[in-house]
């Protein structure tokens, strides 16, 4: 009974022993498998790194590209912006020699003036003028296009108005010929304007030159016109059809006359011959 009793113990110590070896070769097993497992997946897990940091990488890289050019639209704009203002200013200098008369740009009786719209935008013949404010009411000016006559403004209400040659509302006192002969100039378009009521005895030869009277304090007096291209004979009275030196077209800066001078002394008008540009005063 005592021996089987040992037999017994002895079977359950072998059967433990057992188990703890199997136990401890399969943990054996386990960390070499591990380690080889470790050891194959090594460069599945390197890849997958190298992977993850190339795409943010990119990632970073697009937005600092996307940032940069960002940054390079809003320049190229400010650039663009700033280009487009030089060229007005450019432009606008550039019309201003075009247009400038230097025996005009000090008269204390000559104010210069500039376009800044039409009135109508289906109306080139009559514009709103810039520096109306010291202006008197109601109150008949001339316009002076760099030395020839291009129209008449008048200060109402509104802003200052400039109406052009080509305008039939535009109307003044002129001169044709040597010999001076009394008319008065009404638009017809933008080349042409008439001379009515000219005494129907007056000599009018085509060719002749038309300037301005000055006799209605509108423009200073001998400001040319334009040239005599074709004559009427109607019943009491001659009208002469004349081209005109102004560029009614492209109104920019105009020399407005705030008062006429019948003899002036500081400036000298006394010639009508035109030149490249207009006519020019001598």
Excluded at 181 to 204: C, L, T, V, Y
Aim: glycine content about 4%.
């Amino acid at each position: 009974m005592k021996n089987n009793h040992n037999s017994n113990s002895n079977s359950k110590v072998f059967f433990l022993s057992l188990i703890i070896i199997t136990i401890i070769f399969l943990l054996r097993k386990e960390d070499s498998f591990q380690d080889k497992f470790a050891k194959l997946t090594l460069p599945i897990k390197e890849s997958y790194l190298n992977l993850t940091n190339n795409i943010q990488t990119s990632i970073d890289q697009y937005l600092n590209q996307a940032e940069a050019v960002e940054k390079l639209k809003n320049e190229n704009l400010l650039l663009r912006k700033y280009l487009y203002q030089q060229k007005i200013k450019i432009v606008k200098l550039e019309a201003l020699h075009t247009y400038d008369e230097e025996k005009f740009n000090h008269h204390k009786n000559i104010l210069r003036v500039q376009t800044i719209s039409y009135k109508k935008l289906n109306d080139f013949s009559q514009i709103y003028l810039t520096n109306g404010d010291e202006l008197k009411k109601d109150k008949i000016f001339g316009l002076i296009q760099k030395n020839v006559a291009a129209g008449i403004a008048i200060k109402t209400d509104e802003p200052l108005k400039g109406i052009l040659l080509s305008n039939e509302e535009c109307q003044f006192s002129t001169f044709i010929g040597e010999k001076k002969r009394p008319g008065i100039a009404k638009g017809i378009d933008a080349q042409h304007m008439e001379i009515n009521f000219i005494p129907k005895w007056s000599q009018i030869n085509i060719g002749d030159k038309v300037v301005t009277s000055g006799l209605d304090n509108i423009f200073l007096p001998n400001i040319p016109v334009g040239i005599v291209t074709k004559v009427i004979t109607k019943s009491t009275y001659k009208t002469a059809i004349i081209k005109i030196h102004a560029d009614v077209l492209h109104p920019n800066f105009f020399y407005l006359v705030k008062e006429v001078i019948h003899t002036p002394k500081d400036i000298n008008i006394s010639s009508t011959s035109p030149d490249k540009n207009g006519t020019d005063l001598k």
